[in-house]
């Protein structure tokens, strides 16, 4: 870009980079970014969309989206003024963070963790205090605790279970967070639906520094329609929604949920296919004397091989695409991949005796 105008730009941008996914998005087997292997029926598609059809294009949207607010708040079982609906979870952590963060202002992310709370803090100008996970990339409490002090840390962001390392924080460790530091919680919990711990919905209205991010695109197969969910104690939803860009949520996202939420069983069957292959797929990966394995309480595992570059070029010339997620810190030579359907996750597996 001309120089003359890059003056003009936010500074932070020099230090921050466009999202990107190596390899791209189109594979015969595509287990790169964390979603269900199942899509919506046809029938509950083609029911969604004859509802839709009678809505008025022409109009805006509720200016935010009540209807989809009181579903969700009915199936949470927490009061609507407890809730935020947005197109999709990260323009909740967009929103959350511009409420939270300013110039100078400190936030704890533990290491490593989702790109994305690094890149808005950055471009919020805040100071980001990091907690590097242990060895088995499990998160360090107590660590966590002592730093949030020690650095009159303000802002606290938890992914659990935690992409991209597959661990998470017990609802005990996050009370004992909440309760010992003077800092705002955020609790993302993205991957929850697959995990052993609880979730911390059950306990947000014990703790008025605690928030609590959902999203609609794994578990529930609705990335496509981008849909998540923020909950918390009302008092605090009051202020950090204020930044909350209006008529984002489209009223087919509103009527989508409506009727997954009316027929969770599918999505509790979809959980219970993914977790067995989890586990099934994780017992065939501990007979792989070539690679290290890492426990996982999501829908994806990690493994560290020799070479990551070499194992997901290979992985992709057999048109299998995986994610390397080497760039993080404490992750050389680690890749990612979802749980897929089990012809899908076969293949993977075959390739990754042959290649790793």
Known sequence: MNKEYSRL?????????????????EADVKLNQNESPFD?????????????????WNRYPDILPFRGIKAYAE???????????????????????LACLCK?????????????????ARLLQAEIVAVPMREDLSFDVAEIIRMARDEQVGFIVLSTPNNPTS????????????????????????????????SAIGIVMDYPNLIVLRTMSKALALAGLRIGFTIANPGLMAQIVKPKIPFTSSRLAEITLKHVLGNYELVEESVDYILRER??????LRTFNSLTLFESDANFIIIRVFNAKKVFSNLAGEGILVRNVSGYPMMENCLRFNVGLREENDLLLDTLRAYS
Do not use: C, W
């Open 40 to 56: 919506l029926p046809q029938r509950m598609k083609e029911a969604i969309l004859d509802e839709f059809k009678r809505e008025a």
């Open 167 to 198: 661990k998470s924080v017990t609802i005990d460790e996050i009370r004992r967070i909440a309760e010992e530091v003077e800092a705002i919680v955020l609790v993302d919990e993205a991957y929850v639906e697959f995990s052993r711990q609880e």
């Open 279 to 284: 586990g099934r797929m994780m017992e065939t």
């Open 9 to 25: 730009l936010n500074p932070s941008l020099e230090h921050i980079g466009a999202y990107t996914v190596e390899g791209g998005q």
């Open 104 to 120: 100078g202002r400190k936030i704890l992310i533990p290491q490593p963790s989702f790109s994305l709370y690094e890149k808005i």
């Open 75 to 97: 199936f949470a079982g927490v009061s609507p003024d407890s809730v935020m609906m947005s197109n999709g979870s990260n323009e909740m952590l967009y929103t959350i963070f």
